[in-house]
């Protein structure tokens, strides 16, 4: 049992989180804002916006959509760069007791290296997320729809980094098991499933679709079912750790993702409904 009663999650590779609840990347920026509204050194851990080697602006506006039950981005990855990321906002993250996992992306495999070897030396970062799977950029899905460009791209990141390596997985694929078991393989610590699922909305008067793109990413309540589902899938697939994430909105939708196998959760959208909606997760868990 971690110091919050509740028990820890061990990934691997030394990174073990206080517990299982922790904030999706893109939902909590690097957690400054979100740290001036909610006791964060309470929850399991941050997953960083995605970080890319050079600075991103984004998408442009409007970058996201209400639909029914959830919500579409398209976003872009707009991030500092990863330079930024290890001079400037890590050493904000001193003090800090929770796990900060760096979410990184990128379009070849050198750049996630890239942002793999920098992040190496930072002694605030406990862990890297890999995003194969952003659908709002340009071959950002490349990766997490092949298996064999899947495992080479870890297997290399791999050979850089002695952190925890989390794949993040793609559900807008055919077959998200045949991915799992490729990451696994190539040497991944763990899993975390599911990014958003590609979605559109039209501008009826207009008949134009409303994001910029043409399509953005489905996340909120409405893919909760649709996560499970992939959770389920990929817990029966491999033998790591297996972080559940899509629609959580509370400690039941949570327990479902531990009820089909997942090791861990993250609470994404609902935080910007209510930013205390992961402590109140957890809290409910705990009282199980
Ligand atoms: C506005 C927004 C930005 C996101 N940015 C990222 C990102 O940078 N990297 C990533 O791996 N996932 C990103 N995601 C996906 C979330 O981490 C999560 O996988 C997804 O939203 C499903 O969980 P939810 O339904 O609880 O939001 C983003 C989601 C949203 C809504």
Same mark, same amino acid.
């Given at each position: 049992m971690s110091q919050s009663g509740f028990a820890s999650v061990d990934l691997g590779r030394g990174l073990t989180l206080p517990n299982p609840v922790g904030l999706a990347s893109g939902t909590a920026g690097y957690g400054f804002e979100l740290e001036q509204l909610i006791d964060?050194?309470? =929850?399991?851990a941050l997953y960083t916006k995605?970080?890319?080697v050079r600075a991103r602006d984004g998408n $442009?506006?409007?970058r996201v959509a209400e639909t029914g039950g959830g919500m579409l981005n398209? =976003?872009?990855?707009?991030n500092p760069g990863v330079d930024v990321v290890a001079a400037d906002y890590a050493p904000r993250w001193r003090g800090w007791t929770i796990p900060i996992i760096v979410n990184i992306a990128g379009g070849s495999i050198e750049d996630y290296v890239h942002c793999a070897t920098v992040l190496?030396?930072? %002694?605030?970062? %406990?862990g890297i997320e890999l995003? =194969?799977?952003? $659908?709002?950029? %340009?071959?950002?899905?490349d990766f997490g729809r092949d298996p064999d460009a899947a495992a080479r791209l870890v297997a290399a990141v791999r050979t850089v980094t002695e952190r925890c390596v989390i794949v993040k997985l793609s559900p807008?694929?055919?077959?998200?098991a045949a991915i799992a078991r490729a990451v696994e393989d190539a040497g991944a610590d763990a899993v975390s499933a599911v990014n958003t699922y590609i979605g559109r909305k039209i501008h009826r008067a207009s008949?134009?679709?409303?994001l910029p793109l043409g399509t953005g990413g489905l996340s909120g309540p409405a893919i909760q079912p649709l996560a499970l589902a992939a959770v389920a899938a990929v817990g029966d697939a491999v033998h790591i750790p297996v972080i559940g994430v899509g629609g959580i909105v509370d400690a039941a939708s949570a327990r479902d993702f531990l009820i089909v196998g997942a090791s861990a959760v993250q609470v994404g959208t609902a935080t910007f409904v209510n930013p205390e909606t992961a402590l109140q997760v957890l809290d409910g868990l705990r009282a199980d």
């Amino acid at each position: 049992m971690s110091q919050s009663g509740f028990a820890s999650v061990d990934l691997g590779r030394g990174l073990t989180l206080p517990n299982p609840v922790g904030l999706a990347s893109g939902t909590a920026g690097y957690g400054f804002e979100l740290e001036q509204l909610i006791d964060i050194n309470r =929850i399991g851990a941050l997953y960083t916006k995605g970080t890319t080697v050079r600075a991103r602006d984004g998408n $442009p506006p409007p970058r996201v959509a209400e639909t029914g039950g959830g919500m579409l981005n398209s =976003i872009g990855l707009q991030n500092p760069g990863v330079d930024v990321v290890a001079a400037d906002y890590a050493p904000r993250w001193r003090g800090w007791t929770i796990p900060i996992i760096v979410n990184i992306a990128g379009g070849s495999i050198e750049d996630y290296v890239h942002c793999a070897t920098v992040l190496e030396p930072v %002694a605030e970062i %406990a862990g890297i997320e890999l995003n =194969i799977s952003c $659908p709002n950029i %340009a071959q950002g899905l490349d990766f997490g729809r092949d298996p064999d460009a899947a495992a080479r791209l870890v297997a290399a990141v791999r050979t850089v980094t002695e952190r925890c390596v989390i794949v993040k997985l793609s559900p807008n694929v055919t077959d998200i098991a045949a991915i799992a078991r490729a990451v696994e393989d190539a040497g991944a610590d763990a899993v975390s499933a599911v990014n958003t699922y590609i979605g559109r909305k039209i501008h009826r008067a207009s008949g134009r679709s409303v994001l910029p793109l043409g399509t953005g990413g489905l996340s909120g309540p409405a893919i909760q079912p649709l996560a499970l589902a992939a959770v389920a899938a990929v817990g029966d697939a491999v033998h790591i750790p297996v972080i559940g994430v899509g629609g959580i909105v509370d400690a039941a939708s949570a327990r479902d993702f531990l009820i089909v196998g997942a090791s861990a959760v993250q609470v994404g959208t609902a935080t910007f409904v209510n930013p205390e909606t992961a402590l109140q997760v957890l809290d409910g868990l705990r009282a199980d």
